[in-house]
């Protein structure tokens, strides 16, 4: 039976399944960071479930398959996984759901201008003007990326009388080799009104009411939304970022909520960590901003989700089959 080595808090319900088909070892102090692991436990692993990669990665002459706990993967880069030919995966489809509601709760908050009226509540001001009135019935919200969170965004915002545009590098089909949960997201690939492909953007973004960032941050994506972006939506177009801070140049979104190219924004991911109390964005009052909460470990769904994964691609694994989640060299490689 191959080993795994464990590097997360345990999931009892999981560990009595796989426990018939694997070795297990739980280390017993988990932590979500990079650090030393004892060498002689690491060497015998042929799996690894973790977060972060031990800084003494290079000790599993075994390895041969790596599962993380997080749906971003800029951990792994630099690792020789290709070149030793070990496969990784990561846990995509595990925070659709709340990121997608996020998402939908941002695009109603924005339009009805929540901060306004909280602001109006905590001064005893009766103000029912037509701004706090405003639907997203009808609505054109934009989708960068067409990942699980885009699917499901997708999925809500149709629900909710959007039309529903994408752009993405790759076009839109099925997709069936990533986990979802059920009754999610839009496996079939149907659910957009309109996609556009890379060399389209300035016309994609200049009929949208939303944008909503939906791709990984890659060297690829750092600074994709700039200046030229921001300025080629509608003033009264509103910026949603759950994905990662770095996606959209910190200097042009200021400047975009400073000089109102845009009307506002919900920011989730941001450019330091916590932001500090003098940064900028904490002043706009068209601005919402949240802790990185859009999705996180600490969800109540997560851990069933991201063991199910593991339970999934653990089977898989021992049947020589496809993995769910698996990252593309290309991916490994920051492209």
């Given at each position: 039976m191959p080993r795994v080595f464990i590097d997360l808090p345990p999931f009892e319900p999981a560990l009595a399944a796989i426990g018939a088909r694997a070795e297990i070892d739980v280390f017993e102090q988990p932590e979500e960071r990079t650090?030393?692991?004892?060498?002689?436990?690491?060497?015998e692993a042929e799996i690894l479930l973790c977060t972060y990669?031990?800084?003494?990665?290079?000790?599993?002459?075994?390895?041969?398959?790596?599962?993380?706990?997080?749906?971003?993967?800029?951990?792994?880069?630099?690792?020789?996984?290709?070149?030793?030919?070990?496969?990784?995966?990561?846990?995509?489809?595990?925070?659709?759901?709340?990121?997608a509601e996020w998402n939908l709760s941002m695009m109603v908050n924005l339009a009805r201008n929540l901060r306004g009226m909280i602001r109006n509540q905590d001064a005893a001001v009766?103000?029912?003007?037509?701004?706090?009135?405003?639907?997203?019935?009808?609505?054109?919200?934009?989708?960068?990326?067409?990942g699980g969170i885009g699917r499901e965004t997708a999925r809500l915002a149709r629900a909710f009388g959007m039309r529903v545009e994408v752009l993405t590098r790759r076009g839109v089909g099925p997709r069936h080799d990533v986990y979802t949960v059920p009754d999610t997201g839009d496996p079939g690939?149907?659910?957009?009104?309109?996609?556009?492909?890379?060399?389209?953007?300035?016309?994609?973004?200049?009929?949208?009411?939303?944008?909503?960032?939906?791709?990984?941050?890659?060297?690829?994506?750092?600074?994709?939304?700039?200046e030229r972006e921001l300025r080629a939506l509608p003033r009264t177009a509103f910026v949603l970022n759950p994905s990662r801070g770095p996606i959209i140049a910190e200097k042009a979104l200021s400047r975009a909520l400073e000089e109102n190219w845009i009307a506002g924004a919900a920011i989730d991911t941001h450019y330091a960590y916590p932001l500090p109390p003098q940064h900028p964005l904490w002043?706009?009052?068209?601005?919402?901003?949240?802790?990185?909460?859009?999705?996180?470990?600490?969800?109540?769904?997560?851990?069933?989700?991201?063991?199910?994964?593991?339970?999934?691609?653990?089977?898989?694994?021992?049947d020589g089959g496809e993995l769910l989640n698996r990252l593309t060299p290309q991916q490994l490689a920051g492209a």
């Open positions: 650090r030393e692991l004892p060498a002689a436990r690491l060497r990669p031990p800084t003494n990665f290079a000790v599993m002459e075994k390895l041969r398959w790596i599962q993380i706990a997080s749906v971003g993967y800029s951990q792994l880069f630099g690792l020789p996984l290709v070149e030793r030919g070990i496969q990784a995966t990561n846990a995509r489809g595990c925070f659709d759901v709340p990121i009766w103000d029912r003007s037509a701004e706090f009135q405003r639907e997203v019935r009808g609505a054109r919200v934009g989708l960068w990326g067409y690939g149907v659910l957009p009104d309109r996609v556009w492909r890379a060399g389209e953007e300035i016309e994609f973004l200049s009929g949208l009411d939303f944008l909503i960032v939906a791709m990984p941050l890659t060297p690829a994506t750092e600074g994709i939304v700039g002043r706009y009052p068209n601005v919402i901003l949240t802790p990185h909460i859009s999705g996180s470990s600490l969800s109540q769904h997560f851990r069933v989700r991201l063991w199910d994964i593991f339970t999934e691609n653990l089977r898989r694994y021992l």
